[in-house]
Structure formats: C-alpha cells, structure tokens
C-alpha cells in the first residue's frame, strides 16, 4: 500500500455522535479523495481535494465534510452519524490531476453506525 | 452521463484456464478506463489503465485489457488462472466534469479461481 494509511481502521459508533476519519499520505500527492464502497455501488466519491485548504464535493457528499490544512492529512467527518453511514471508507491519492494518473488507495476504514 | 456496468456479479474460472472479466463504459470524449483488484479486508490496487494508443494494454500479475472502441467495452483478460487471483475487480472510467481526475467505478466483479 503507498504509503496510505487510515486511521482508525475499525469503528463501532452510535446514531448521532460525531465521527472523524483520518487518511494520512507520506507520497507529497496534492490530490487526495474519500470514497465510501458498499456492495452493489462499487466505490461513490464523497469528496476530494486538490491542495491545502482546497476541497469540493462528490457524488454522495451528503452527510460529510473533509478539511486539509496541511498537504499529509486529510480529514473525514460525519457531523451526526446516521446507520445509511454504515459503510466501508477509502481514501485515495494522485500524483496529478490530469486523466492518466492512477490513484492509489489506503487500507479502507470498516465504520459501523448502530 | 458517464457510467461504468460491469454485468456479472461474480465469475467461476478453474485454475489454469483464461479469464476474462467484462466491463462497458458510457462516456462523451475519448475514455480513460481502469482496472483495480481488491484482496479481501484491503484497499484497491492499481492493475492497469487505457489512455491512448495500442488496445491490448498489459498489466501486473500477468493482466492484460483489450480496449473496443465500437464495442465500448475494456475486458480484463488473464491467458492462465492462477488460485490467488480470487479477488474483487472494479473496473472504472475517468469522469469528464472538471479536471481532478475523478473516478466513476463500475459494481465489481467476484472472481473465484477454483484448483
């Protein structure tokens, strides 16, 4: 795994507590990204960023907000845990922002909302 | 509106026979397509990408993909199926709105090799 790694990897939560997810990169990438997997959907895009302090939405951005404030970390929260939350969470990272550059994916979070 | 179907759930191969993992694509413009591999309780895995150029694109583990314009399909093929590729396999295109690379992913597909 390049150098992606999330913490925590697994959390058991209760409806309405507030939850933070951290993706941390040790790669210097400026593109970063959190995805939630659910069976039958594949991987939906939650929201990214493309630098410091520089975020934007994704498809299923409902529910969730992400800050940057330096280029290693970036951050995941769920303001108000719903069990629609219930899901496992990967975070990415791109070298570029152009259309040929993979992305490379952490270890994934398993996140549980009862 | 870009989109990605990967029409089997799950594929049953015997080891040592060819695979393949079907994928088509719905997009405006020239596609950007991929194939990531995931192993149970990890994260994705680069396998490989079709930009441009030839349409057998090769990759790691012995992958290849056959990219079909006319067909818009980017299959993932494997001449020899080995145990250990039993995995999750999301195929995925490049989203044209903005320029962040974004990925649209197909479903995923099981893929379960049989000794």
């Given at each position: 795994d390049a150098g992606i790694t999330q913490s925590p990897r697994?959390?058991?939560?209760?409806?309405?507590?507030?939850?933070?997810l951290r993706c941390h990169q040790t790669e210097n990438h400026r593109y970063m990204y959190w995805y939630r997997q659910d069976p039958g959907h594949g991987l939906r895009l939650i929201h990214y960023s493309y630098g410091v302090k520089d975020t934007d939405k994704g498809e299923v951005s409902d529910g969730y907000s992400v800050s940057r404030s330096k280029t290693e970390d970036f951050l995941l929260t769920l303001e108000s845990a719903t069990?629609?939350?219930?899901?496992?969470?990967?975070c990415a990272i791109s070298e570029g922002r152009d259309s040929w550059y993979e992305q490379f994916f952490g270890p994934g979070t398993r996140l549980t909302v009862l | 509106a870009q989109s990605v179907a990967q029409p089997e759930d799950q594929v049953n191969v015997a080891e040592g026979?060819?695979?393949?993992?079907?994928?088509?694509y719905s997009v405006s413009g020239?596609?950007?397509l991929f194939w990531?591999?995931?192993?149970?309780?990890?994260?994705?895995?680069?396998?490989l990408k079709y930009i441009t150029g030839d349409n057998l694109v090769k990759g790691s583990y012995g992958f290849e993909a056959e990219f079909n314009k006319s067909q818009t399909s980017f299959h993932l093929k494997k001449p020899s199926a080995l145990v250990s590729d039993s995995a999750l396999y999301f195929c995925a295109v490049r989203a044209l709105s903005g320029n962040t690379g974004k990925l649209i992913f197909g479903q995923?597909?099981?893929l379960q090799v049989k000794p």
């Open positions: 697994h959390k058991v939560t209760e409806t309405g507590t507030p939850v933070t069990s629609s939350q219930t899901s496992v969470y990967f | 026979n060819p695979l393949t993992v079907k994928c088509t020239n596609p950007y990531y591999v995931q192993y149970p309780n990890r994260g994705l895995q680069f396998l995923g597909t099981t």
